[in-house]
């Protein structure tokens, strides 16, 4: 029972242009949703989060959209750089715990 | 600069070898999670405490893998015995409080049995 999906698993962007990144979620009881981003041998590390009150929460050249109504979230990245190039995770905190339900993943490559 | 520490960075043992992780969270941090990656599951988590206590290891094989924290500085993972599809990297993060935006990971332990 996965609750988070990427079906992407993989994404190549040309530098410049911009990266979008997709992730469906099955429950609709998410307070706020989060993507983090990880490079080889590092941890994931945050970067960007939405409140489920909101449809678009901006921060730089990143933007997560927020679609409820298709249980659909995207990060935007405009425009891609090739520091970009990393593991990106959507991840989804279930109500009254502590934790976070990671998808799969999606690795972007921004190649010049 | 506080961060996450793991210990080994790497490991390389043999099935059914015991094999035992180390964490130090961030001092401050009440909340330490236990994470697996793997190609096919992505970031699963295994087990996680709060303030030393566990909360929740429904993530985690019961009959060889077991989570401690000895102490508010130290969080183990430890599997008797290990078996190759274990292999996986496994990663340990410390929160202050919630799981919001703000959990910070360790580099993982990177580990391979033969």
């Known amino acids: 029972d996965q609750q988070v999906k990427q079906n992407s698993p993989s994404l190549s962007v040309q530098e410049g242009r911009i990266s979008i990144l997709n992730c469906d979620y099955t429950n609709s009881m998410f307070d706020y949703f989060l993507w983090y981003k990880k490079y080889p041998a590092e941890g994931p590390t945050f970067l960007i989060s939405?409140?489920?009150?909101?449809d678009k929460n901006e921060d730089g050249r990143f933007t997560v959209f927020l679609n409820k109504s298709a249980k659909h979230l995207s990060l935007h990245i405009v425009p891609s750089q090739p520091g970009d190039s990393a593991v990106y995770f959507c991840?989804?905190?279930?109500?009254?715990?502590?934790?976070?339900?990671f998808g799969t993943g999606t690795r972007l490559q921004v190649f010049p | 600069d506080a961060r996450v520490t793991q210990t080994p960075r790497h490991k390389v043992t043999e099935m059914g070898q015991e094999v035992t992780m180390r964490c130090q969270p961030i001092l401050g941090h009440n909340t330490v999670f236990w994470y697996r990656q793997t190609m096919m599951q992505g970031l699963e988590l295994l087990a996680y405490?709060?303030?030393?206590?566990?909360?929740?290891d429904s993530g985690m094989p019961k009959d060889r893998f077991s989570a401690e924290m000895p102490d508010a500085t130290l969080a183990t993972l430890k599997i008797q015995p290990s078996e190759p599809r274990d292999s996986a990297v496994y990663f340990c993060a410390s929160a202050l409080d919630r799981a919001d935006e703000t959990q910070y990971f360790g580099p993982g332990t990177r580990l391979l049995v033969l």
């Open positions: 939405i409140s489920s009150i909101k």
């Open positions: 991840a989804v905190p279930p109500r009254n715990t502590d934790k976070l339900i």
């Open positions: 405490f709060r303030n030393r206590a566990p909360l929740d």
